[in-house]
């Protein structure tokens, strides 16, 4: 059974600063690895999809990586503002067409 | 413009009712899911569609039934068997390029029940 992790649960940082979030999974036999983010109450929003035969993807102050092998992935958020406080949430892809989820990272970014 | 449309957004509901979620899309997805989300656990998958007239469990579908009558709407049923059922529940779709793993999934805005 797929199984996704993303540690740590929560992480603050001050303005400015670029950052790593983290995503681990057991299962390397995946279609894709999408990132999205959640803001409190709301739906999710897909920020970046990297196909399982592609390594990363970029979206403007974001890049996610891919690294199916080791099962990992990261997503980096350069220079970050206060607008990219919310929760951010990776989730894989296998062979069923069955999404598995991690339970995220809330990130707060302080002005 | 296409999307994911959930209703109601907030319900309510006493002990022993069922109650049914409303997902419509007009993306063209064939592809269709039920998340329930709750504090500290993630997303979990209820139920799942990839095609018309046909549905598969997900990793807690108990308690709760779906239907898929048309491409385009995937009602969730909560029902009075469901232990536990206060969440926030998601809808997506996607399309079914499964296999070359370009299907990205479209989400809705969610719906909160509350069990009085």
């Known amino acids: 059974k797929q199984e996704v992790t993303q540690i740590p649960a929560a992480l603050s940082v001050p303005e400015g600063e670029n950052l790593v979030l983290n995503c681990s999974f057991t299962?390397?036999?995946?279609?894709?690895l999408q990132w999205f983010r959640q803001d409190p109450g709301k739906g999710l929003t897909s920020l970046l999809l990297?196909?399982?035969?592609?390594r990363e993807q970029t979206s403007g102050r974001l890049n996610a990586s891919l690294d199916k092998s080791s099962g990992r992935s990261t997503l980096y958020i350069a220079a970050s503002q206060p607008g990219d406080s919310a929760t951010y949430l990776c989730?894989?892809?296998?062979?069923?067409?069955?999404?598995?989820f991690g339970k995220g990272i809330t990130l707060s970014v302080r002005p | 413009d296409g999307g994911i449309t959930q209703s109601p957004k907030y319900l309510f509901r006493k002990e022993g009712q069922n109650v049914t979620l409303s997902c419509e899309q007009n993306?063209?997805?064939?592809?269709m899911y039920w998340y329930r989300q709750d504090p500290g656990q993630g997303l979990r998958l209820i139920y799942y569609?990839?095609?018309?007239?046909?549905?598969q469990k997900g990793d807690i579908a108990e308690g709760y039934s779906v239907s898929r009558e048309k491409k385009e709407s995937f009602p969730l049923t909560v029902t009075s068997a469901q232990k536990n059922p206060t969440a926030f529940y998601l809808c997506?779709?996607?399309?079914?390029?499964?296999?070359?793993?370009?299907?990205?999934?479209?989400f809705g805005a969610g719906s909160r029940l509350t069990v009085l």
């Open positions: 997506a779709s996607s399309n079914r390029q499964v296999r070359s793993g370009a299907n990205v999934l479209t």
């Open positions: 299962d390397s036999a995946i279609y894709n």
């Open positions: 990297i196909q399982s035969s592609q």
């Open positions: 989730a894989v892809m296998g062979a069923n067409s069955k999404l598995t």
């Open positions: 993306l063209n997805h064939d592809a």
């Open positions: 569609s990839q095609i018309v007239n046909d549905f």
